[in-house]
């Protein structure tokens, strides 16, 4: 592995919490206004997508986008 390769790891190592917070169930105030605020793009196109598909009996694989929550 190159040095940028080790630096991309590592930052993703280093925020991984905190995106996944962004998916998190129980928010305080704080987040839940930030997110009403400026996610409302991600809350959008989840609601589309869920509302397209019948999704009895399905699975799906969610690869790399993020922490696998959904």
């Given at each position: 592995m190159d040095a940028s390769q080790e630096k991309q790891q590592a930052y993703f190592?280093?925020?991984?919490?905190?995106f996944d917070r962004h998916y998190a169930r129980q928010k305080g105030l704080f987040e839940r206004v930030i997110d009403r605020i400026f996610r409302q793009g991600m809350v959008?196109?989840?609601?589309?997508?869920?509302?397209?598909?019948n999704w009895t009996?399905?699975?799906?694989?969610d690869v790399?986008?993020?922490?696998?929550?959904y």
């Open positions: 190592d280093r925020i991984a919490d905190e959008q196109r989840w609601n589309y997508v869920t509302r397209q598909v009996g399905h699975t799906v694989l790399g986008c993020g922490p696998g929550r």
